[in-house]
């Protein structure tokens, strides 16, 4: 079983591919960083449990299916196992902002679905990596690491600098992994 101090939780748009104000609408839309996919593998390559947790509002609003969506995460997963990684669970929100659901972020319903999946009795230690203020706020009441990342979003979200007290940051995914791993054996981190 996944020990949540070894748990990575990364949003997906903005964190592992571009993003787009007009939404990722299609599998040809669906781009990853570059050393995205490989950070992802480089992390379950040394033992740490990789999930993904992603609004995708774009279901809501008609942009794209939930079959254009399951393509998209299964050329994410085929991409990371030719790396030679996994990821753990993907937990995503097919809701708009007015749906009234628990689990669109900043609400935990997602993570919650994370650890129900992984069997983890908490996600207390664990990080949660994203571009936005509502990726790092979905984490906080888990008890999560917070770590934003400028890609995306990411740098309007640290310009307006409000909820960062407590978040580590980042220039992309793969350097939060180039960290991660190097002071993985650092008492503190």
């Known amino acids: 079983m996944p020990?949540?101090?070894?748990?990575?939780?990364?949003d997906r748009d903005g964190v592992i591919n571009h993003d787009s104000d007009a939404y990722v609408k299609s599998l040809d839309e669906w781009v990853p960083y570059p050393g995205a996919i490989e950070a992802i593998a480089r992390l379950s390559r040394a033992g740490w449990t990789v999930a993904v947790a992603t609004n995708q509002s774009g279901i809501a609003r008609g942009y794209y299916s939930e079959a254009v969506l399951d393509a998209?995460?299964?050329?994410?997963?085929?991409?990371?196992?030719?790396?030679?990684?996994e990821i753990a669970h993907i937990a995503y929100c097919p809701h708009g902002p007015n749906d009234?659901?628990?689990?669109?972020?900043?609400?935990?319903?997602?993570?919650?679905?994370?650890?129900?999946?992984?069997?983890?009795e908490t996600l207390a230690?664990?990080?949660?990596?994203?571009?936005?203020?509502?990726?790092?706020?979905?984490?906080?009441?888990?008890?999560?690491?917070?770590?934003?990342?400028?890609?995306?979003?990411g740098h309007r979200t640290e310009e307006k600098g409000e909820g960062l007290d407590q978040a580590r940051v980042f220039d992309d995914l793969a350097t939060f992994?180039?960290?991660?791993?190097?002071?993985?054996q650092v008492p503190g981190r």
């Open 3 to 10: 020990q949540p101090s070894k748990l990575v939780i990364l």
């Open 72 to 85: 998209m995460h299964r050329r994410l997963r085929h991409l990371v196992q030719q790396a030679g990684g």
């Open 100 to 120: 009234g659901c628990d689990c669109r972020k900043p609400l935990t319903g997602l993570l919650e679905q994370i650890r129900q999946a992984l069997g983890l």
């Open 125 to 153: 230690g664990s990080w949660m990596v994203g571009d936005s203020l509502r990726d790092l706020q979905a984490g906080q009441p888990m008890g999560c690491h917070p770590v934003l990342v400028r890609t995306g979003k």
């Open 177 to 184: 992994v180039d960290w991660l791993l190097s002071t993985e």
